[in-house]
T-cell receptor
Framework: SQTIHQWPATLVQPVGSPLSLECTVE??????LYWYRQAAGRGLQLLFY??????ISSEVPQNLSASRPQDRQFILSSKKLLLSDSGFYLC?????????????FGSGTRLTVV | DAKTTQPPSMDCAEGRAANLPCNHS???????VYWYRQIHSQGPQYIIH???NNETNEMASLIITEDRKSSTLILPHATLRDTAVYYC??????????FGKGTMLLVSP
């Protein structure tokens, strides 16, 4: 069966520190992968998506970056965190199943920048 | 521009049907209607999707009007665990999922 792993579940980081969040997918090949962020009281915002190894599309300009070093691994990074980077970060993958190009989301990482 | 319009909140008594409306008056012929929900502090969960026919699965039913300008998600027997934000999303093919503000459904005992 297909599963998505995302860690850590919670993270508290000081302003100016680096960030690395990892997401891995099992049970599927060549998925599209996504990073979303949900700030407190706000909606889900798509940050990055990837259709293949080394292929990253950015939806919003910011001090975050993403990388896809392997087919089923997606990493979200920052060199220097800002207070505004706090939020709930979600990784997702998608593949076609009949007529459904649905997304499966991970359990998320709650990041607090202090 | 928002593609869908949903009420910000709704209440439902446990055991009753929850009917969540969504307006999508500018939907194009090849766009599907998707419904996801997000329980507090969890990732969104796929519920159901449809193009023009009504659809039903183990979670819910989706009723799409004949002109496709609106739809209703029906949870036939709401439970406390159905308390969540419900998102109605219009998209075609491989397009990315764009979430609006959704409807906060509160199911009460």
């Amino acid at each position: 069966s297909q599963t998505i792993h995302q860690w850590p579940a919670t993270l508290v980081q000081p302003v100016g520190s680096p960030l690395s969040l990892e997401c891995t997918v099992e049970g599927t090949s060549n998925p599209n992968l996504y990073w979303y962020r949900q700030a407190a009281g706000r909606g889900l915002q798509l940050l990055f998506y990837s259709v293949g190894i080394g292929q990253i599309s950015s939806e919003v300009p910011q001090n975050l970056s993403a990388s896809r070093p392997q087919d089923r691994q997606f990493i979200l990074s920052s060199k220097k965190l800002l207070l505004s980077d706090s939020g709930f970060y979600l990784c997702a993958w998608s593949v076609w199943v009949e007529t459904n190009y649905g997304y499966t989301f991970g359990s998320g990482t709650r990041l607090t920048v202090v | 521009d928002a593609k869908t319009t949903q009420p910000p909140s709704m209440d439902c008594a446990e055991g009753r049907a929850a009917n969540l409306p969504c307006n999508h008056s500018t939907i194009s012929g090849n766009e599907y209607v998707y419904w996801y929900r997000q329980i507090h502090s969890q990732g969104p969960q796929y519920i159901i999707h449809g193009l023009k026919n009504n659809e039903t699965n183990e979670m819910a039913s989706l009723i799409i009007t004949e002109d496709r300008k609106s739809s209703t998600l029906i949870l036939p027997h709401a439970t406390l665990r159905d308390t969540a934000v419900y998102y109605c999303i219009v998209r075609e093919g491989y397009s990315t999922l764009t979430f609006g503000k959704g409807t906060m459904l509160l199911v009460s005992p």
